[in-house]
């Protein structure tokens, strides 16, 4: 399996964990992260708000425009809903 380049915080209560141990819950973080990082699952949490044009955009299509973009327009936030 392919290592993410990523950098995850882990809290783990044993402090007495090997290496292997730690290894193989890393591995199995990542095999659910890759899961549910999908742009799917990016625009049902996200919301645009363009001050600029007064609107909200919440379509699929219309985020991964704005995603896309190298930088934001000014007055453009992309903004969790949670």
Known sequence: MKNSNR???VLVKDAYTNKEAMQHELQQLNKL???FETLESFCIAHEVFDIQKYRILKKKSQL???IER???KPFM???NKN
């Open 7 to 9: 950098d995850l915080l």
């Open 70 to 72: 190298e930088t934001l």
């Open 33 to 35: 992260l890759v899961n």
């Open 77 to 79: 936030f992309i903004c």
């Open 64 to 66: 991964q425009k704005v």
